[in-house]
């Protein structure tokens, strides 16, 4: 099978190591939220202050901003364009991107400062380009993870919920 | 690339639609939001011109609920159809696991549609994706506009009745736009007729790649 139309399966160990390094960032740099996402927008884990109602659309957007960026920096020739920076009146964003595959994203205010960002995300990027490769290198079978007769009970709901 | 959270035990699926221009995706979404029950789907998000032209994406999450104990979350996307817009719609697609192709089927539109389509195989090549195994299926979209019709008379002196616009028949678009066989949907604004069968499609054909 094509390798890229497999799906990226997340073991549970790997989560929690997700959160673990997510917690520490927000906690080292003194940040309001962090978030990984995987370059299609999805939120894997979120780490920070309060429950945010609208994160689903915030991944989304974050990731439309990135790949945007992105291309921008293919039509300037630029090669490394692996991290950006977002400045607000009251809140920053800094978005660094793991192995084309994921994006971590920092929400931090004024009392924190973008140099202690940028090192320590760089830090966590490392950790968690190790992760993604330990994802990446698991081979486990989806009949395993989810099942056999999921893809039928998948088809029912389908039927059920998308009905005219 | 789906993604599956075994310890949240959560699956989410990325879907976009695809198209030329005014083809009718953002409404698709729209008429998918009006339908589907409250407890099942987030806000629309649209970021659009002043125009009500799609600028960047739409944005509709859909909750399936609990599958086999897995929460299951199909995000859907559309992609600002206009020309000017090339590397937005490659920003959009970027990480997607199946593809709504949207047609204009109006006569006039046969040009873009064949354009926006060899785009779409272009930027899925880019992502090495293969577009003959990668799930897509197509929408005539507009059925509900009537074909116009004019009578010419050709050099041998004989009439013949040529279509000037409106709706082209569904195997001439067969014929220029599915040459891969994919699976076909006709749509049309007035009973948003396709839309859900469209839906159902792509969802099947993602969720058996997973
Ligand atoms: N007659 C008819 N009109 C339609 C149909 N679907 C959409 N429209 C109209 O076509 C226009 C464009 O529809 P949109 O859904 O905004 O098109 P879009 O593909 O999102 O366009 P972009 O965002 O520019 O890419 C609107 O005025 C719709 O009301 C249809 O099936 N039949
Ligand atoms: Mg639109």
Redesign the pocket.
């Known amino acids: 099978m094509d390798p890229q139309l497999t799906s990226i399966i997340v073991p549970t160990e790997e989560i929690t190591q997700i959160e673990e390094c997510l917690s520490r960032l927000v906690e080292d740099t003194g940040s309001d939220y962090a978030l990984l996402l995987d370059k299609s927008g999805q939120v894997i884990s979120a780490k920070g202050d309060g429950d945010r109602q609208d994160i689903t659309a915030l991944g989304a957007l974050i990731a439309g901003v990135f790949a945007s960026s992105r291309e921008v920096a293919k039509l300037l020739r630029e090669r490394d364009f692996r991290a950006s920076f977002q400045q607000g009146v009251r809140e920053n964003i800094f978005i660094a991107l793991i192995e084309e595959q994921w994006i971590l994203c920092i929400i931090f205010n004024k009392g924190t400062h973008i140099g202690l960002v940028k090192v320590l995300t760089k830090k966590a990027t490392d950790e968690l380009a190790s992760v993604l490769e330990r994802v990446r290198q698991q081979h486990k079978a989806r009949d395993e993870v989810l099942g056999s007769s999921f893809r039928t009970s998948m088809e029912d709901t389908i039927d059920l919920l998308f009905r005219d | 690339m789906a993604l599956i959270n075994v310890a949240r035990r959560e699956i989410h699926c990325k879907i976009v639609?695809y198209?030329?221009?005014?083809?009718?995706?953002?409404?698709?979404?729209?008429w998918i939001h009006g339908q589907v029950p409250a407890q099942a789907k987030g806000d629309l998000l649209s970021i659009?011109t002043e125009t009500?032209?799609?600028?960047f994406f739409?944005f509709l999450p859909i909750d399936l609920g609990k599958v086999r104990g897995f929460q299951t979350r199909f995000h859907l996307y559309?992609?600002?159809?206009?020309v000017l817009?090339e590397r937005t719609r490659v920003a959009v697609l970027n990480g997607a696991d199946g593809v709504v192709f949207?047609a204009?089927s109006q006569l006039e539109k046969l040009q873009e549609n064949l354009n926006s389509l060899k785009e779409l195989a272009q930027n899925l090549k880019n992502q090495n994706k293969k577009i003959t195994s990668f799930p897509i299926v197509l929408q005539y979209?507009?059925?509900?506009?009537p074909p116009q019709y004019e009578e010419v008379t050709l050099t041998d002196g004989t009439r013949k009745r040529r279509q000037t616009s409106g709706a082209l028949a569904v195997d001439v678009l067969d014929k220029y736009l599915n040459g891969a066989n994919w699976s076909a949907f006709r749509?049309?604004?007035?009973a948003?007729q396709g839309v859900f069968e469209t839906l159902r499609a792509i969802s099947k054909a993602v969720i058996s790649q997973l």
Request: charged share 25%.
């Open positions: 639609y198209g030329p221009g005014m083809c009718g995706k953002t409404s698709n979404l729209q659009a009500e032209r799609t600028l739409d559309t992609v600002p159809g206009q817009y949207v204009d979209n507009k059925r509900d506009i749509g049309g604004c007035a948003r």
